[in-house]
């Protein structure tokens, strides 16, 4: 492994040295990977949206009965 200490034109040396050369498909590898890491980001942005939509919903229930409660004092106050 490069050490961080090395500058970005030093890294790239050490990788263009140590390129086997192979011919094996490394983008399919790279595809999976990116497929699972999207697949995980979509799956987690799913959650949270139903998570963020949960919590709304129970905050416009609040909302509901305090404006109901206040509806019922305004009257109380009227009367």
Known sequence: MV????????????LS?????STLAPNTCNEMSLDNIYGTILDQSKKDAIAVIDELNK???L????????????????E
């Open 3 to 14: 050490p961080d200490s090395i500058g970005l034109e030093s890294r790239e040396d050490h």
């Open 63 to 78: 909302l509901e009965k305090e404006k109901k409660s206040m509806e019922n004092e305004i009257m109380k106050v009227q």
């Open 59 to 61: 905050r416009i229930e």
């Open 17 to 21: 040295q140590t390129d086997s050369g």
